[in-house]
């Protein structure tokens, strides 16, 4: 039994040791760690979707997210407005629509600042309002978040934007949020996040998908050790 203790204890520092040195080489993980919780108020945890950590490390200026709902995105992308808010910079949220807007807003973000200190925090040192639903200062340096649906007009075609954040672009109005772009003119960033449940092959998050690196997470099958992506038609259900 003390072995089996020490044995457990051993694995569990390994652990730790792994992850402190993860968290001191990505920023957006550690943010996401040590400040983030997820819509039950616990704090973020990576081992029932692994595929998320390797997510966080990518710090490349735009990423693409296909994937089926509950995977954990729409926590990947308000850790990233959050942190680059904190940074400075301007962020541009889009949803749906305005509505789709209000509702995430009032459902997910000022329940974060209710629950969370650090975002209590940052809301308080910021050098603004964050009480309206279109726009949250966050932070002393100057950092926002514009909370936008992607049916408004306006939304694209006002203050200058840093990073483009889009959660559920299939069900945009793509013809405005082809706009989007156009407001990351003058940044010196230009970072753009993309997310989305796919409905057609060939449009919205499945085309930008195509022309991506093209990343797929693996898994290992439990019978024949095969190594093979996740597919409805092909893994559950039986035709």
């Known amino acids: 039994m003390e072995a089996d203790r020490l044995i457990k204890e051993q694995l569990a520092l390994a652990h730790l040791q792994k992850l402190t040195h993860l968290l001191a080489l990505y920023p957006r993980l550690m943010y996401a760690m040590t400040y983030h919780k997820n819509i039950r108020g616990e704090g973020m945890q990576f081992h029932d979707?692994?595929?998320?950590?390797?997510?966080?490390?990518?710090?490349?200026?735009e990423i693409i997210l296909q994937s089926s709902v509950q995977t954990g995105k729409s926590d990947f992308l308000i850790v990233i407005a959050h942190e680059a808010a904190e940074k400075g910079l301007q962020v541009l949220y889009v949803l749906p629509t305005i509505d789709v807007r209000n509702l995430f807003v009032a459902n997910r973000i000022d329940k974060l600042y209710e629950q969370i200190e650090h975002y209590r925090k940052m809301v308080a040192q910021s050098l603004g309002a964050s009480d309206a639903r279109g726009l949250k200062h966050f932070g002393p340096r100057g950092g926002a978040i514009f909370?936008?649906?992607?049916?408004?007009?306006?939304?694209?075609?006002?203050?200058?934007?840093?990073?483009?954040?889009?959660?559920?672009?299939?069900?945009?109005?793509?013809?405005?949020?082809?706009?989007?772009?156009?407001?990351?003119t003058a940044s010196p960033y230009k970072w753009k996040l993309e997310a989305s449940n796919p409905t057609v092959d060939n449009y919205g998050i499945n085309r930008r998908w195509q022309v991506s690196d093209q990343r797929e997470w693996y898994v290992k099958c439990a019978c024949c050790n095969m190594w093979q992506t996740m597919d409805c038609f092909r893994n559950a259900v039986e035709q």
């Open 147 to 184: 909370f936008a649906g992607s049916n408004s007009q306006t939304t694209f075609i006002e203050k200058p934007i840093d990073l483009v954040i889009g959660d559920e672009t299939d069900r945009f109005d793509q013809a405005n949020y082809e706009k989007a772009d156009d407001r990351m």
């Open 49 to 61: 979707k692994p595929y998320l950590l390797s997510i966080y490390q990518d710090a490349n200026p």
